[in-house]
């Protein structure tokens, strides 16, 4: 009775303390209990290296590769070939009074460009002698009307016209002179700077009409323009 009397007289934060005591412990011994039971697994671990790495053994590095243009590529464009002409241009020879004087005009014509030298002569004079000459330059001939043309050739030492005989008849002088520089300039169309052989009946021409203009052989445009004034 006596020992129940002082258990009343224990404070209740004492018991209170002892309590949480008595449950903290037991706590305590089943955690370790369980880690005993339940052990963690080793974790490896590894040591961090510093591997410095050596110059000489270092990959180089892979540039693009450069590309070098072909031949093929470089090389210059070829032009394109452009069709050749069909025709070419040449000139048959009229006279114009000035009124003081006459003057050599041109007109142009056109010949196949596939014809040898001898046939663009052919083509100029078959021009020149079947036309009366030229309206829209008001324009004429002096050569009659009856003459033809024999013969017309391109030779290594000039070109050769060969006309009728009745290039020498009528007119004087200046109709004379006139179809002599007509005859030359129609003859030299297609090279101006060529010798002319004219000849009559295949006789070279020598004097020329009534007057007897002395014709000299063979005769260029340059021969022509200082030896005889229209």
Do not use: C
């Amino acid at each position: 009775m006596h020992y129940r009397n002082k258990l009343r007289q224990i404070p209740l934060g004492i018991v209170a303390g002892l309590a949480t005591l008595v449950l903290a412990s037991g706590g305590s011994v089943a955690w370790f209990t369980w880690r005993a039971l339940n052990p963690t697994p080793p974790v490896a671990e590894f040591p961090n290296l510093n591997i410095e790495t050596d110059p000489m053994l270092a990959l180089p590095e892979v540039s693009a590769p450069v590309t070098t243009p072909s031949a093929e590529e470089t090389a210059p464009k070829d032009p394109v070939a452009q069709p050749a002409p069909a025709e070419v241009t040449g000139q048959v020879y009229w006279l114009k009074d000035n009124g003081t004087s006459f003057e050599l005009v041109a007109q142009p014509i056109t010949v196949a460009a596939d014809a040898s030298p001898s046939e663009q002569v052919t083509a100029a004079f078959s021009d020149l002698l079947s036309k009366s000459g030229d309206p829209n330059q008001q324009a004429f001939s002096t050569i009659p009307e009856q003459t033809q043309l024999l013969n017309a050739s391109v030779e290594a030492d000039g070109v050769h016209v060969d006309l009728s005989s009745e290039f020498e008849t009528g007119g004087g002088s200046a109709a004379m002179m006139g179809r002599l520089g007509q005859v030359i300039y129609t003859a030299t169309a297609f090279n101006p700077d060529a010798p002319v052989w004219i000849s009559v009946d295949g006789k070279p021409l020598t004097l020329l009409g009534g007057e007897g203009l002395e014709v000299s052989q063979p005769m260029t445009r340059s021969d022509f323009d200082e030896g005889f004034s229209l």
